[in-house]
């Protein structure tokens, strides 16, 4: 099938498949006397993982790196499953730091409680300052 027939079965842009193909995460199966991309029934499929690692957080390159276990017969779940747990445990991290974000948001938001106050005045862009003098003014 061509490079439209597929976006349009995948539901993606052709940029998109053009893209994956840069990245080396789909591969056409030929090129048509043309020069037209053909794809077959695989694609689909391949198409879908990618979908499915990205929805699990993936990066394209771990992505990649997945596609490749899949087809070096050297590979084994264990190696699969150890890509995952690293994952795990970059998201959960991510996740802390978003958490502590959020916090102290909650709490420059607290020490606002004056709305019709000026700008200039605000105590959220006041402590926003004198955190960011404090950090410069640290030994690193």
């Given at each position: 099938m061509t490079i439209g027939k597929l976006a349009k079965l995948a539901d993606v842009s052709?940029?998109?498949l053009r893209f994956y193909e840069d990245e080396r995460l789909l591969i056409p199966a030929k090129k048509s006397e043309a020069g037209y991309r053909l794809y077959g029934e695989d694609a689909v499929r391949r198409l879908d993982f990618i979908r499915h690692a990205q929805h699990c957080g993936m990066t394209l390159s771990e992505i990649r790196q997945l596609l490749e276990m899949k087809a070096d017969d050297r590979?084994?779940?264990s190696d699969v499953r150890s890509l995952a747990i690293r994952k795990k445990l970059q998201l959960e991290q991510k996740i802390k730091t978003m958490q502590a974000m959020s916090q102290a948001l909650s709490e420059l938001i607290e020490i606002c409680t004056d709305e019709g106050k000026p700008v200039d005045d605000c105590p959220i862009l006041a402590a926003?300052?004198?955190s960011m003098a404090n950090q410069q003014h640290?030994?690193?």
């Open positions: 052709t940029d998109t590979s084994c779940c926003l300052e004198s640290e030994p690193h």
